[in-house]
């Protein structure tokens, strides 16, 4: 069995993929990032060859992604995330033409032509009101968790509106609410409701075309997905699970994989892989 490793250093949270020819994920872990980036990548990558029992001599090559992806010393070749979410999206669902990750700290709208390219896309990182994490701090300042953001929303009656452009703003409208009594899971929802606002709006600017597949921690919770659909007005596909968290690695352990596999049938050998994965990431 050939195993190839995706790595998604990301803001808040390291993923790491195991991925075998057999086109089927064979472990894959996730912890927090913190400050130091390449100790994340390495005990990150343990976990998941310790979840199947690997050793990391049984890895054939890594593929690295996320805004850390550089720090990464053990890797083959690194792709940026939207390569890398654009790949995870396709091998979940082979139409996808649109996908939106919901990051903690950057939200990013992509569309794809019909062989899987990105096309278009639009990033919001300029402030924290279009991020997950902007959803997790709410919840911390009213006492929950981040695990407990999907059960409390599920209470919800009706929606509080959080209308602040702005992180700072928004949390002052928060505050408010709270002052007046108004339930902490209809505040959530309200801050759902406004998330969802702004990622619709990336999504129009990328001209959103079906199929559209979600990606993003905070999309684990069903609330979240089921606004979008509603805005959106059409249909959305959600990887199975927390996989919806992991679709950045999963993506880059996909392309290892099968760029590997093709340009060892040409006889390239992976020092060619990793030329020809360099090259085509820079288009």
């Avoid at 400050?35 to 199947?52: I, S």
């Avoid at 979410?85 to 709208?109: H, N, S, Y």
């Avoid at 968790?145 to 928004?170: R, Y």
């Amino acid at each position: 069995m050939i195993y190839t490793a995706g790595i998604d250093v990301g803001s808040t949270y390291t993923k790491a993929v195991i991925f075998g020819e057999d086109q089927r994920i064979h472990g894959r872990a996730m912890t927090n990032t913190g400050f130091k980036l390449e100790g994340a990548a390495e005990r990150t990558l343990d976990q998941a060859l310790e979840e199947e029992g690997l050793d990391r001599s049984r890895i054939s090559y890594v593929v690295s992604t996320g805004y850390g992806r550089y720090q990464v010393p053990f890797r083959d070749v690194n792709v940026t995330d939207l390569t890398a979410d654009a790949m995870g999206g396709r091998f979940f669902f082979p139409e996808t033409r649109t996908v939106l990750d919901i990051g903690g700290q950057t939200m990013k709208a992509m569309r794809l032509d019909g062989e899987g390219r990105v096309k278009s896309f639009r990033l919001n990182d300029k402030c924290a009101a279009g991020t997950g994490a902007f959803l997790e701090k709410t919840a911390r300042y009213m006492g929950y968790t981040t695990q407990e953001i999907g059960p409390l929303v599920a209470t919800s009656k009706d929606q509080v509106s959080i209308s602040g452009v702005c992180a700072v703003f928004a949390e002052s409208e928060v505050i408010n609410h709270l002052s007046h009594g108004s339930p902490p899971a209809d505040i959530m929802l309200g801050a759902i409701v406004s998330l969802v606002e702004r990622s619709v709006q990336l999504m129009k600017r990328v001209q959103v075309e079906p199929q559209v597949t979600l990606a993003g921690g905070i999309l684990r919770f069903e609330a979240m997905a089921g606004v979008i659909r509603t805005k959106l007005g059409i249909e959305v596909n959600l990887p199975p699970g927390e996989l919806v968290q992991f679709l950045g690695a999963i993506g880059a352990a996909v392309l290892g994989q099968r760029r590997l596999s093709r340009l060892e049938q040409e006889g390239i050998g992976k020092k060619g892989a990793r030329t020809e994965i360099e090259t085509a990431t820079r288009m």
